[in-house]
């Protein structure tokens, strides 16, 4: 193994979910190897949130073929350039922390020494999560649940690397909490109002969990703790939000539509509380310290559970089986916990 490398190359070409969870694996690279030059090939999604980490020198940006973002010319602009880089760059080590189609391209245009292979299987292929649990179903002795985090910290182990931290952590950009300020304020939100986000979307072809359930609890939330309600939509969730905002108290809620990731990530630490789908806003969300309630359809413990001190999975196979009563529960359990913490503090 290369002793000192001084150029890294990771690839990780993922959603914001898995690269959440990859934040501390690559925090504990950086402090392992304080002097070299860390560069990560991310997807276009997740490719700002990896710039707010701060844990790396160079972010650059492909595309996923499997995704409607390959479709977009910016997309294809941007990893047209990445792989120009990467072909014409000599790097001391490869760190694929993704596979791929996407990952092998880069992997083999990349001029290295030397090379460490995390082999991860990507979770977003459906025929090979059956397979996968088929083959654990038939083996006598399954192998032991590994959360996603740990298997890329394992990944590093060759190089030395030891973890830094147990869950990831994220930090907002100065720029873009003075934008979400200006926003809330202009939607009449006070300070040290509770706020509580919704967020009914998730990932193409994912379970949700039903929309009028949603409304239901932002409705029981404004009414009982007089809260304020802040409604997320993707880009690929036109009319989802504002549809959401019309079933709630008039004048109690407002969308926020497609923000960038900088003011999204603002906005989620701004909340006192987010109830999601399982998808990369509520992984996002925990990794900024907000309290989040997961309507998660992973009968048991995930490998792409969250990880962070205040949240709550309320687990069911079918989204649609998630009981109203069992989400509500929790919100009100994590919202007198964080408020305990917070005025003991004072």
Known sequence: MCPEPQDILVIHIAGLGQTVLALPALRSLRQHLPQARITVVS?????????????????MAVGRFRKA????????????????????????????????????MLSRLAQLKWRVRARITPFGHKVERVLERVAEALSARPEPFQHLAHRYLKALEPLGVRPVEAEPKLRTDREADERIDKLLSKQGAQAGELLIGLH????????????ERFASIGARLTYNFNARVVVFAGPHESG?????????????????????LPDFVSALAR?????????????????????????????????QDLLSKHHAHIRRQYAVAIPEEEVYEAACRLLRTNRAEILRAL
Do not use: M
């Open 43 to 59: 997807s276009v999604t997740a490719a700002d949130l990896l710039r707010l980490a701060g844990c790396v020198d160079e972010v």
């Open 69 to 104: 973002e390959a479709l977009s010319p910016r997309a294809w602009h941007q990893s047209f350039k990445t792989l120009k880089e990467v072909r014409h760059t000599a790097y001391d080590l490869v760190i694929e922390l993704s596979s791929g189609l996407e990952a092998g």
């Open 200 to 211: 009914p979307g998730a990932g193409p072809g994912k379970q949700r969990w039903p929309l």
């Open 240 to 260: 989802l939000a504002r549809h959401l905002v019309k079933l709630l108290p008039a004048k109690q809620a407002f969308a926020l539509e497609s923000p960038k």
């Open 271 to 303: 909340l006192s509380l987010l109830i999601a789908n399982h998808s990369g806003p509520a992984h996002v969300a925990a990794a900024v310290g907000t309290p989040v309630v997961v309507a998660s359809t992973y009968a048991g413990p995930s490998a």
